[in-house]
C-alpha cells in the first residue's frame, strides 16, 4: 500500500458511546466499576492490534438520570492496572486540569509510562460545570478562554516537570551512597497566572522522557492550545472532505506555532457500530435510541459491518484526510465482539514500542540537560 498506515485508537467509554448501550443484554453494565471489566476491553482492544485505547474521565457525573449508567472509575486507576497485563497498546487516560494540581497530574502520567514500560499519554480536559466546582469549592465555574488559558499553564508546568530530572539522574551508586545526581535535577521555577511551582518532580524522567499529550480542537480556545502543545490532536467532522480541511488549518496553525507539522497527528473520531449485517446494525441503532431519544447527532460514522468498516478505513487511508481514527462504539462490547469474529485488518500491528515511537515521535532530551553536569 502506498498510503501510510492509519493510526487506530478506541475510545471506552463505559458500556459505549451512546448513553442507551448499558440496555444491551451483551453490555456487560453489571461489572462495569470492576476491574475486570476494563482489563477484559483493553486487552480485548490489544488483540485485535489497537494503537492506543483512550480513556475518559471527569469529575461531574453523568447526566440523565436513571436512564443512563452514572458514575466513573479513575482513569489514570484504569491505565494502571492495565498496563501490566499488556505490552504493545498505548493508554491515554483523560486528567481534567481545572481543579487538579499540575504537580498531581505529572507524577500521575510518569507513574503510568513506568508502569507501561513507555505507552503512556495524558488527554488533557477542562472541567466546565458548576457540579464540578462545588466538588472542590476552590473558585467558580470558568468561562471557555480561561479554562484553557488554565490548562495551557498547567501542561507548561506538567512539561518542565517531566524534564526537570535528566537522563541519567537517578545513579544508585551503592559505594558512594549516592542515589542520584543533584546536577542532573532541576528547578522548574514557573510562576504564571494560575501556577507559582518550584520542582523539581519527585519522580524520575519516564521511559519516553515526554509522555504522548493530545487535545481534542473542539472549540476556538482549545483549538489554540492543541495546536501550541499536542502530540495529537482529535477532530470531529460532518465527512472526509471537512476533515481534510480541518487537518490542512490545522498544519497551517501548526506551523505558525514554529513547530513542525509532521510532528503532530490529526486523528478523526468515528462513531460506530458493528453487528453481522448493516440491517440489524441500522436496527440496533434505532432500538438504541428509543431508549434513549436525546442521543446527540453522529456526524460522520459508520453503523454496519467490520467488513465494511475496513473498507471504510481504507477510504480514509487513500484520501490521506487524517493521519488516524478513533473508532467510538455506541455500544462497546457488542463491536468489540463483531471485530474479534471478523479477526479485522484494522490494525494489525503486533509490533511492541513505546507510544512515541509507534507515532514516529522521537525521545526528547530534556530541556535542562545543556545546564546539567558535564558528559
Do not use: C
Amino acid at each position: 500500500m502506498s498510503q501510510p498506515r492509519l493510526f487506530l485508537g478506541i475510545e471506552t467509554v463505559g458500556t459505549g458511546t451512546h448513553p442507551a448501550s448499558w440496555r444491551r443484554t451483551d453490555s456487560g453494565a453489571e461489572d462495569l466499576f470492576t476491574a475486570g471489566y476494563w482489563t477484559a476491553v483493553i486487552s480485548s482492544a490489544e488483540q485485535l492490534g489497537f494503537d492506543a485505547v483512550f480513556l475518559p474521565d471527569a469529575f461531574g457525573i453523568q447526566s440523565g438520570g436513571a436512564a443512563v449508567t452514572r458514575g466513573r472509575l479513575d482513569a489514570v486507576a484504569i491505565a494502571a492496572r492495565t498496563a501490566p497485563l499488556t505490552s504493545r497498546i498505548g493508554l491515554i487516560p483523560q486528567v481534567p486540569v481545572t481543579h487538579t494540581e499540575p504537580f498531581h497530574a505529572s507524577k500521575a502520567v510518569t507513574a503510568l509510562d513506568f508502569a507501561s514500560l513507555g505507552r503512556a499519554g495524558w488527554e488533557v480536559t477542562v472541567s466546565t460545570t458548576e457540579v464540578e466546582a462545588k466538588a472542590f469549592g476552590r473558585k467558580q465555574v470558568q468561562d471557555p478562554k480561561s479554562l484553557w488559558h488554565e490548562a495551557d499553564e498547567a501542561i507548561e508546568v506538567v512539561t518542565r516537570l517531566w524534564d526537570s530530572w535528566e537522563d541519567g539522574a537517578e545513579i544508585r551508586d551503592v559505594p558512594t551512597g549516592r542515589f542520584i545526581d543533584r546536577d542532573r535535577l532541576h528547578y522548574i521555577d514557573f510562576a504564571g497566572d494560575n501556577f507559582s511551582v518550584k520542582g523539581p518532580s519527585i519522580t524520575p524522567r519516564s521511559p519516553q522522557g515526554q509522555p504522548v499529550i493530545t487535545v481534542r480542537a473542539d472549540t476556538p480556545e482549545s483549538t489554540e492550545v492543541a495546536v501550541r502543545r499536542a502530540d495529537i490532536i482529535r477532530v470531529s467532522a460532518s465527512d472526509l472532505a471537512t476533515a481534510a480541511a480541518h487537518r490542512a488549518a490545522l498544519r497551517a496553525a501548526i506551523a505558525v506555532q514554529g513547530r513542525d507539522p509532521g510532528t503532530v497527528q490529526i486523528l478523526l473520531d468515528l462513531p460506530v457500530h458493528l453487528a453481522d449485517s448493516a440491517d440489524t446494525a441500522l436496527a440496533e441503532v434505532r432500538e438504541l435510541d428509543r431508549w434513549a431519544a436525546d442521543h446527540p447527532p453522529l456526524g460522520f460514522h459508520h453503523v454496519g459491518t467490520a467488513a465494511a468498516l475496513d473498507d471504510l478505513l481504507t477510504e480514509i487511508t487513500n484520501a490521506d484526510a487524517v493521519d488516524g481514527v478513533v473508532l467510538r462504539p455506541l455500544a462497546l462490547h457488542a463491536s468489540l465482539a463483531e471485530l474479534t469474529t471478523h479477526r479485522s485488518a484494522l490494525a494489525p500491528t503486533t509490533t511492541t514500542a513505546t507510544l512515541r515511537e509507534r507515532l514516529g515521535l522521537p525521545r526528547p532530551l530534556s530541556r535542562y540537560a545543556t545546564t546539567g553536569a558535564a558528559r
